[in-house]
């Protein structure tokens, strides 16, 4: 069966932005006089669990700096100027098969919509960065952490999406990149794909209806 939508979810699905993320992290942590660092691994397993504010808090508890919450959101603000002032300098490209996936859709009469828990920002610096791969004026509609009131895995802004299209959920494919936005999306009853980015690609999947290293070729079906 054709789908009426396809649902982008993470941003880690457009773009490959963990390591961007990771470095901006450290770089803004630095800048606030603080002696943390993040490496690869340790950046893996945080990524288990989504909200960029919720990491800086674990680590706020972790090592009882006892920062402030306005300390905290300022933190993570720097982090994403410094993130996005990257995606775009580096013109970070969108993964295989992305670009192609949503001019198929588009060309289809199916309705594109990015269903993110991430900040516009990161949004409008992926698009500049993309260019006409990504045409987010064809897009039917861009959820952001603004549109639900509970992050992923909750499955809020899928369902902020469905209503919002005038959607079933078994109208929708989704694609997502890590375990708590795959669940987010089966919570809200969609259809899901799930192809991880190279900071996910450990995490437990089992809940995907498929999985898939690249989105070339994909096409677009839900089986009935």
């Known amino acids: 069966m054709k789908p009426t939508a396809l649902f982008i979810g993470s941003i880690g699905v457009m773009a490959e932005t963990s390591d961007i993320q990771r470095r ?22 945080l990524l288990t669990d989504s909200g960029g504010v919720k990491r800086l808090s674990r680590l706020n508890q972790e090592k009882e700096a006892n920062l402030s919450d306005d300390d905290i959101k300022k933190i993570h603000a720097r982090k994403t100027e410094l993130a996005c002032q990257e995606i775009v300098n580096d013109k970070t490209s969108l993964r295989p098969g ?27 610096a992926i698009a500049e960065a993309a260019g006409d791969d990504l045409p987010i004026d064809k897009l039917s509609a861009v959820m952001t952490r603004d549109d639900a009131e509970n992050n992923k895995p909750a499955p809020d802004v899928y369902l902020a999406a469905l209503k919002r299209l005038s959607l079933d959920s078994s109208e929708v494919i989704a694609i997502e990149d890590s375990e708590p936005s795959l669940k987010a999306a089966k919570q809200a009853g969609i259809y899901t794909v799930v192809t991880p980015g190279k900071f996910t690609d450990q995490q437990d999947f089992s809940e995907a209806d498929q999985q898939l290293e690249s989105l070339e070729g994909f096409e677009l079906t839900i089986p009935r």
């Open 98 to 124: 992305v670009a192609e996936l949503i001019a198929k859709a588009l060309e289809q009469g199916i309705k594109v919509a990015l269903v993110t828990s991430t900040y516009q920002e990161n949004i409008d």
């Open 24 to 45: 901006a992290y450290n770089q803004a942590l630095k800048e606030a006089g603080l002696d943390w660092e993040w490496d690869k691994e340790t950046y893996r397993e």
